[in-house]
């Protein structure tokens, strides 16, 4: 081959990489977002307080509270602040927008400085507005997460799928990780673009997993029904608090840019809706 058609090929196969491995951002249009750019609590017409205790989910040490100190938005920022109490307890902040947004489809991003220390463990994910069936629950009724970070795996960041095929209880959940230079001190962008044959996930704008919805059903592919977005900084757990939790970081928080919900016209790209409703 000659050198200069050798070369040439090569950029078409690069150009082809990048495009396969970005964001198509011009095909999305704005339908929900907030910006953050007021004070005080986070608005009530986008966004729900989670208050739960202690031990609530997945062993968690933390409560749940709705306290400025744990959830407030200043600076153009939504800050979810995790402290140690004087009674060797751990309050922090959650919110939901089960009664202020639901979607189905969609691409749904945040960017977000993640909170550094041993027994951190924020997370950005999706939850079903109703079960499958009105019956099962998790994970039959299916999770998308976003993004989930421990603090004592500093950079690496995980996105994981749950349903009732793949979960993690019977250690057969889909993921992917990534290492990021420094979520710490930068914003990145965390996002899902959720279409009806396939789950992308990205860190800024770079895909780096793909769950494919294999048209086999229901119980491997739940997410044809709205989903909600949860924000939350959790302290210890299960995961989180896997090797302990270092006290000597409180307070420590995530810093939330803004949060983006897009959609397309699904048809427009193609998809034939009837083909992607399973039967329950």
């Not at 939504?78 to 060797?88: E, F, K, T, V």
């Not at 307890?89 to 691409?107: N, P, Q």
């Not at 629950?137 to 421990?150: K, T």
């Not at 997993?209 to 709205?226: C, H, I, M, Q, V």
Request: charged share 20%; net charge negative.
């Amino acid at each position: 081959m000659k050198p200069f058609v050798a070369v040439k090929l090569f950029f078409l196969l690069l150009l082809l990489l990048l495009h396969l491995s970005c964001s198509d951002t011009g095909i999305w249009q704005l339908v929900w977002s907030d910006e953050f750019n007021y004070e005080g609590e986070p608005d009530p017409g986008k966004w729900s307080i989670v208050e739960k205790p202690a031990r609530w989910v997945n062993q968690e040490a933390q409560a749940y509270v709705d306290n400025r100190e744990n959830l407030r938005v200043e600076n153009g920022n939504l800050i979810i602040q995790a402290h140690r109490n004087h009674d060797g307890g751990y309050t922090s902040g959650r919110l939901d927008t089960f009664i202020t947004g639901k979607w189905t489809y969609g691409r749904i991003e945040i960017k977000a400085k993640l909170p550094q220390g041993r027994g951190t463990w924020p997370a950005l994910f999706m939850m079903p507005s109703e079960n499958i069936k009105s019956v099962f629950g998790w994970p039959s009724s299916g999770e998308i997460d976003i993004m989930e970070h421990v603090g004592y795996n500093p950079g690496t960041v995980q996105t994981s799928v749950h349903c009732h095929e793949y979960n993690h209880p019977q250690g057969t959940h889909k993921f992917g990780t990534l290492y990021i230079d420094d979520p710490f001190n930068e914003y990145h962008i965390y996002a899902v673009e959720w279409y009806p044959d396939r789950l992308d996930f990205f860190v800024d704008e770079n895909r780096f997993f793909t769950f494919e919805n294999e048209l086999s059903g229901w119980k491997a592919w739940p997410f044809y029904k709205d989903f909600y977005l949860i924000l939350n900084l959790a302290i210890g757990g299960s995961w989180g608090g896997a090797q302990g939790i270092d006290d000597s970081i409180f307070p420590t928080q995530m810093v939330i840019d803004y949060v983006r919900v897009y959609q397309t016209d699904l048809e427009k790209l193609g998809y034939n809706m009837l083909d992607y409703a399973p039967e329950e």
